[in-house]
């Protein structure tokens, strides 16, 4: 039996109350515990050797506190309610502390299943009549002048007077006009009557001055300590002699809970929420309006990524020291982009969650795209955004940290350290799941959604606004919108389909209201008509879970919802281009998006102007200088336009080109350090006299030669600043070609998600742990005989003689035995087994700890005893 969790009953006995929430948990069936363990997985991680360890660990300080956390606003407020409760607490009382004395239905009617989801979670133990916190959540919600309590209440009266003198005691008896009592227990026991007392209290407080009444006002919600003089004022004098205020301390008075209650008719909370705040929209749209616009923001999306590492072809930014982006790159890349920084900084790290770019691991460590992302360019639009949606809906980074700081001040970079927010996903997946119980089309506004997550998980001590839960909410919104998973607020089509949710239908989730009236808006309760043995029933209502944490799926069930979204998109994608329009100010217009051949070579050819709906490119000497070093001749440019443009060629265009082409490799640069040559010796007549080469330190070799003692990189840049175009050439005298060398990391894996904790089990792992824990539990609780136990009640040691010979018994009586076994690695544990044959030092048996057979050595058996009864 867990010595944390037992009520100072006596021994129990048949049809009587668990004495332990290891006998509450002992008297559950499979299933119960199931929930149990689902809803609380770090219970068996490591699994349990049987029910009492699962009790201990149940009711650990670090497990208490995270089931607490997980709590909705009800359920936790309930939970409090019976922190500030008798112990045991009637199921009356408890109502009575959250429905107050008007007796609010909305909380009678949620009570049983926030009471149900408590006994689930095994933070509440016992029958309705009985109801017992565990005493580590009793601990941290239980009002004490060190942690306030949520509900602002204070101590009991018997617990401030604790220490008070009974001639003191008697005196606030006598002012409050009680009789005298013979010991200091029987008047607190008085004067606790009088202040529960609706009627008597209501008289005492009618002759209270209204100075008086307006301190109680003051502190009757909390908190309820408050300060005095050695020479209270009369209105405290009052009050202080009724026992309305008790001295904790010199110098300091509290409210006692049966007077705050009175004031509070009854209410253990300011405001009591059993139902969630609606989630209402804001805005509806026609279906197809949303998935339309989803879905260009989807292509936006793609577009967006493969601009990030086109633009870190060839290495990108280094990575600092301590990790991450430096500020100067991220607003480099942002003004690449053409987006603010924190946008940036989002689609830096969903390609890094997608495993499309990394750290390339060198001396000089960079950034750079992944071996995956090229096999990602190959795949169809649609398999490209699932691939970066599914990445998003599980990751745990969390871009919208970027450029704030770190618990020890410092600022949080892209890419960097510390932005991993482990409950990211599951506020992901709870933002999307509230949209889709909306109508189709329909918006909500970002109020209101947080709102309502932070009544499914009332963290302790954080505000609506400021947690953050809202603020993973908010990103969520926005994320969404541009990943292209919603449209215009909404959630589409396709990202109904990658949450698993059947396209066009919302689902939303039951309110405890709904289950109430599914259970005929009754509740039945108390000592009567007691079920079998004696024990009172207990409330079988379904838990109230407004908030269900998703169930886990399998790869592929993920992969396979996924493939249904993108088959959902596909069609929704605009089909790409394969023309632009040339206009004669030396633009082309892109009137979509454009086929990657034709993409690609514009690319080289022109300068993005503008971006949007159309992509406006412009002609430019140097645009053009750039395709013809990439090694395209001028006829090839001249028919490259003509095949893909659905306007004529405009003359300046032509005109551009060949004056370019006819200019471009007029001067040649070569190794010398650096040289110059042409066969116009007059070209390098006025190069030289020109002011500006200066700096190039030019000197002439011969009448068609130039030496410097600058690079040749430099020295084309050098003459391409003064309106040249040299170009480069090796040793053998050919025209160098200037391609982009595109830099790949080594082979690299997706950053892994940080997970919240133990991962939820599945269906195998839990039947599993129950039968290994039920085991476990015969092995630990099976009778002994009498003359078996050690004076300590533990397995005595026998010798290898004594070992053999009752071993060897039980093969031919069938008797089961209770033994000490040492495995290989030294470890100790205890068993319950069946022999079945003895031979060669080894014992086969069926064990019923593991429900296996197994073989053990005689030799490490520590001890043997006989078991009163066959467990089996």
Not at 120 to 125: F, G, Y
């Amino acid at each position: 039996m867990s010595v944390q969790e037992q009520s100072p009953e006596g021994p129990a006995t048949a049809g009587a109350h668990p004495r332990s929430l290891a006998e509450d948990l002992r008297a559950r069936d499979d299933a119960s515990l199931a929930a149990l363990l689902r809803a609380r997985p770090d219970l068996i991680t490591p699994v349990p050797t049987d029910l009492t360890q699962l009790a201990t660990r149940a009711g650990t300080r670090a497990s208490v506190v995270r089931a607490l956390e997980r709590l909705d606003r009800f359920a936790l407020q309930t939970a409090e309610a019976l922190a500030v409760a008798p112990e045991p607490a009637p199921y009356d009382t408890l109502l009575a502390l959250l429905a107050g004395d008007d007796g609010d239905p909305a909380v009678t009617g949620a009570l049983p299943h926030a009471l149900a989801t408590l006994r689930e979670q095994a933070l509440v133990w016992g029958a309705d009549d009985r109801l017992r916190l565990v005493r580590t959540a009793r601990e941290l919600l239980a009002p004490s002048p060190q942690h306030p309590s949520p509900t602002g209440l204070g101590p009991t009266v018997a617990e401030a007077t604790t220490g008070m003198s009974p001639g003191r005691i008697q005196e606030l008896l006598t002012t409050a006009g009680l009789p005298s009592t013979h010991d200091a227990v029987s008047a607190v026991a008085s004067l606790t009557a009088l202040f529960a007392d609706r009627a008597r209290m209501s008289a005492l407080l009618d002759t209270a001055p209204p100075d008086s009444v307006e301190v109680l006002s003051r502190l009757v919600w909390g908190p309820p300590y408050g300060q005095v003089t050695a020479d209270p004022a009369p209105r405290l004098r009052w009050l202080l002699d009724r026992g309305l205020l008790l001295p904790t301390a010199p110098g300091t008075v509290v409210l006692p809970r049966e007077v705050a209650l009175h004031l509070r008719a009854g209410h253990a909370h300011r405001e009591t929420e059993p139902l969630p705040p609606a989630v209402e929209p804001t805005a509806a749209h026609r279906p197809q309006v949303v998935d339309g616009t989803a879905a260009g923001q989807a292509y936006t999306a793609l577009a967006t990524v493969e601009e990030l590492l086109k633009d870190w072809h060839e290495g990108g930014p280094a990575v600092l020291r301590a990790g991450g982006l430096s500020v100067r790159d991220l607003k480099r890349t942002a003004t690449a982009l053409d987006v603010s920084e924190p946008v940036a900084a989002f689609w830096i790290e969903l390609a890094y969650a997608a495993g499309l770019l990394a750290s390339d691991g060198a001396a000089d460590e960079r950034y750079a795209a992944t071996p995956a992302y090229d096999e990602w360019l190959e795949l169809p639009p649609a398999e490209r955004w699932t691939r970066l949606a599914t990445a998003w809906l599980s990751a745990t980074r969390t871009a919208g940290l970027t450029g704030g700081r770190d618990t020890k001040d410092r600022t949080l970079a892209a890419l960097g350290p510390g932005l991993d927010r482990s409950a990211a996903p599951e506020v992901r997946h709870r933002v999307l799941a509230l949209l889709a119980a909306l109508p189709e089309g329909a918006s909500a506004a970002a109020d209101s959604l947080v709102a309502r997550l932070h009544w499914e998980r009332a963290l302790r001590g954080a505000t609506a606004s400021d947690d953050l839960r809202a603020r993973l909410a908010r990103w969520t919104l926005s994320e969404a919108e541009s990943l292209g998973i919603t449209g215009r607020g909404a959630l589409s089509a396709h990202g109904r389909m990658l949450l698993g949710l059947p396209a066009g239908t919302a689902t939303g989730h039951r309110t405890a209201q709904e289950n109430a009236q599914e259970n005929d808006h009754g509740h039945e309760h108390g000592p009567a008509d007691s079920g079998p043995g004696g024990k009172l029933p207990f409330h079988h209502h379904r838990p109230h879970h407004p908030a269900p944490a998703p169930e886990p799926r399998s790869p592929a069930e993920l992969a396979s919802a996924a493939a249904r979204a993108g088959r959902l998109l596909a069609p929704l994608l605009p089909e790409p281009l394969d023309h632009v329009l040339l206009q004669a100010d030396l633009t082309a217009v892109a009137p979509g998006p454009l086929e990657r051949p034709l993409a690609d070579t514009l690319g080289v050819l022109a300068d993005v102007e503008s971006k949007g709906g159309a992509t406006v490119y412009r002609f430019t000497p140097g645009s053009v200088r750039r395709a013809l070093d990439a090694g395209r001749s001028a006829s090839d440019l001249h028919a490259f336009l003509a095949d893909h443009s659905r306007t004529p060629v405009p003359q300046p265009l032509t005109y551009l080109i060949d004056d370019v082409a006819r200019k471009h490799g007029h001067l040649r640069i070569g190794a010398a350090s650096a040289y110059v040559r042409c066969d116009d010796d007059a070209l390098l007549n006025e190069i030289l006299v020109d002011k500006r080469s200066q700096g190039l330190r030019l000197r002439r070799l011969a009448p068609t030669v130039l030496a410097a003692q600058a690079d040749p990189a430099a020295l084309l840049d050098g003459l391409r600043a003064m309106g040249f175009s040299p170009a480069a050439e090796s040793a053998e005298g050919d025209v160098l070609i200037t391609r982009a060398h595109a830099h790949r990391t080594p082979p690299r894996t997706a950053p892994e998600p940080v997970p919240d904790g133990p991962p939820v089990p599945d269906a195998t792992l839990l039947g599993a742990a129950i039968r290994a824990v039920r085991a476990g539990d015969l092995a630990s609780t099976a009778p002994r005989k009498p003359a078996a136990a050690a004076p300590n009640g533990g397995l005595p040691r026998t010798t290898s003689a004594e070992t053999l010979a009752t071993v060897q018994a039980a093969v031919l009586t069938g008797d089961t035995l209770w033994i000490g076994y040492v495995n290989a690695e030294g470890s100790a544990s205890q068993r319950v087994i069946a022999p079945v044959r003895v031979e060669g030092g080894f014992v086969t048996a069926y064990d019923h700890t593991a429900d296996e057979v197994r073989t053990y050595p005689l030799h490490r058996i520590t001890g043997v005893a006989e078991l009163a009864d066959d467990p089996a």
